[in-house]
């Protein structure tokens, strides 16, 4: 059975700083290109980062490039997301997914598409 687990969200004054976990089984984790993914209240779910199954190359959208790192550790199956100086608008709830690549690049994923989900952890920023 696939799973992908989220963890570590919670509530965080701006400017503060979290670390989300993905832990995941199922499926060979480095095979797969992984994302990390937000939907805000009212809004539709956005790809934020992703890193590549082989190379681990990574991808970020603008919002979250030079405050946010996403990085996996093999031996554990889990990617993590370092998120420094968080704003208000970074409040979500944040989702890790995997695909499988078509190409070297990570990029597809962020569309978003990919084919297992986690259930997602809430990050709020108070401001």
């Known amino acids: 059975e696939v799973q992908l687990v989220e963890s570590g969200g919670g509530l965080v004054q701006a400017g503060g700083s979290l670390r989300l976990s993905c832990a995941t089984s199922g499926f060979n984790f480095d095979d797969y290109h992984i994302g990390w993914f937000r939907q805000a209240p009212g809004k539709g779910r956005e790809g934020i980062a992703c890193?590549?199954?082989?190379?681990?190359?990574?991808v970020y959208v603008d919002s979250v490039k030079g405050r946010f790192t996403i990085s996996k550790d093999s031996a554990k199956s889990t990617v993590y997301l370092q998120m420094n100086s968080l704003k208000s608008e970074d409040t979500a709830v944040y989702s890790c997914?995997?695909?499988?690549?078509?190409?070297?690049?990570?990029?597809?994923?962020?569309?978003?598409?990919?084919?297992?989900w986690g259930q997602g952890t809430q990050v709020n920023v108070s401001s």
């Open positions: 890193i590549s199954g082989g190379d681990k190359n990574t």
């Open positions: 997914a995997a695909d499988w690549p078509e190409e070297s690049s990570c990029a597809p994923i962020l569309r978003p598409r990919a084919v297992y």
